[in-house]
């Protein structure tokens, strides 16, 4: 078994550039100190609420990422946490990681808060001394008329551009635009060809989800091989929907890093409120989710909740079991651990358990051809006529039951949709209809190729019916 950092692993692409086209995009880094209103402004700029905004100051720790669309032109904008000029522990690790975003930054937004320019402020205006060709100072919270005489003060620190400007309500957010936009060489990113958007329909999604300090983090900054999300054994420590790119085998892969999701009890600050809330949009977005469990732990009440989400949503699922690296490894070991796994929740048998080690990179590769088979089981049509054959034989081999006096018959088949899969059978009679005979039709359904896969399948007794 490989680790995706070795050879035969995953090309790293670089949390820095994303991948459209096979090329690259300008990166822009929003800097600040905490509670400026820098994922304000993000959200406001890349026209999604992607950011977690709350007046709770250093709610941003790892940056986030989104794509920046002005007048015709894309880049990927970077809010990054706030930077503290004594900082220790998370904190500490937040501002160094906001420094390095914007050390590869093509340019930086500086943004300050029009009440007052303070130590933190001054330090980090200092540290961007170097980069100052590539620094536009905004000044926020310019909410109306009566704060612009506040401007002039920030126009003395040495910046060629300043702009006032209000991320709560757009004021000024497109000159601000225009000035990003206009420096930046764009024929240094472009490529021959139209780069369009076919590339990020051929990536498979990949959402990593799970309780608290399963190891998510640290399994996607293994597969990235660079520190996108910050580790730390604080449970909660990310907030924000973090994501990566990277090539394994010639396909393109998109990571989702989530914050851990309890339960709902457990939650008590509404920050982590709209983290759970995100992460739980993540499977939305998702082709494929990957579980995480602590081996040693084993399947919890929330991860139950979780996995009953992915399913319903009809994305494709992969039972993670992390730090395998300090269990028995031997498939004695992890048959007994699949078997446990499947007798506490029956409802994802069809579900790959797959045991890895996030922190040595072990079986990584593994997961990524899984998770490459389950997303083209997902995308996979059986045509109706070939269908029907395969029915015909099924009941012939086992006929369905009767009720009473009356038998119970099948029609017809046909699959309706894919990514989520959904399957329509039409009978004589719906009410009362045997749940085993239905086990029995998906069962041998599992057999056309779908066998990793969540598959819905409704019945209905004439083609009209709703």
Not at 361 to 383: H, M, P, S, T, Y
């Amino acid at each position: 078994m490989t680790s995706p950092s070795t050879s035969g692993g995953p090309d790293k692409t670089g949390s820095g550039e994303h991948r459209r086209g096979g090329g690259q995009l300008p990166l822009v880094a929003i800097v600040g100190r905490p509670n400026v209103g820098k994922s304000t402004l993000f959200n406001r700029l890349v026209r999604r609420r992607k950011a977690i905004t709350d007046p709770t100051p250093g709610v941003t720790r790892d940056p986030v990422k989104g794509l920046w669309e002005h007048g015709g032109r894309t880049v990927l904008l970077l809010d990054t946490g706030g930077i503290r000029a004594q900082a220790a522990g998370i904190d500490a690790l937040v501002s160094q990681r906001s420094r390095e975003a914007f050390t590869r930054a093509q340019i930086i937004i500086l943004l300050l808060d029009v009440r007052e320019i303070t130590p933190e402020d001054e330090e980090l205006i200092a540290c961007l001394r170097p980069y100052a060709p590539r620094v536009i100072a905004a000044v926020n919270k310019v909410d109306t008329e009566n704060h612009e005489d506040a401007v002039g003060e920030f126009r003395t620190l040495g910046f060629r551009q300043v702009f006032a400007v209000s991320a709560a309500h757009g004021r000024s957010c497109d000159e601000l635009a225009d000035a990003v936009f206009s420096g930046i060489d764009f024929s240094l990113y472009e490529e021959e060809g139209e780069p369009g958007r076919e590339a990020a329909r051929e990536e498979i999604t990949l959402a990593i989800l799970g309780k608290p300090n399963t190891g998510k983090s640290t399994l996607v900054n293994r597969l990235l091989g660079e520190e996108l999300s910050i580790v730390s054994e604080v449970p909660g420590t990310t907030r924000d929907i973090l994501e990566g790119g990277i090539t394994f085998r010639g396909k393109n892969f998109r990571l989702l890093d989530t914050a851990g999701i309890r339960r709902k009890s457990h939650v008590t600050e509404s920050v982590e409120y709209y983290s759970v809330n995100r992460a739980i949009a993540a499977i939305e977005d998702a082709d494929v989710a990957l579980l995480l469990i602590d081996a040693a732990e084993g399947l919890a009440e929330q991860d139950k909740k979780i996995a009953a989400q992915i399913v319903k949503k009809g994305r494709g699922i992969i039972l993670g079991l992390n730090k395998w690296d300090l269990m028995p490894r031997n498939k004695k070991a992890l048959a007994a651990a699949a078997e446990k796994l499947r007798f506490q929740f029956p409802v994802l048998d069809f579900a790959p358990v797959m045991a890895v080690s996030a922190r040595t990179g072990w079986n990584l590769d593994e997961l990524l051809v899984k998770a490459r088979e389950i997303d083209a089981q997902l995308q996979r049509r059986i045509e109706t006529a070939a269908l029907n054959r395969a029915l015909e034989a099924w009941v012939s081999e086992n006929p369905p039951p009767r009720d009473g006096r009356r038998q119970y018959k099948i029609r017809f088949i046909t699959q309706v949709s894919i990514k989520p899969i959904r399957f329509i059978l039409f009978v004589n009679k719906k009410d009362g209809f045997p749940l085993s005979y239905l086990g029995y039709v998906k069962n041998k359904i599992r057999g056309l190729g779908f066998q990793d896969v969540p598959f819905a399948m409704d019945l209905r007794t004439r083609e009209t019916d709703p």
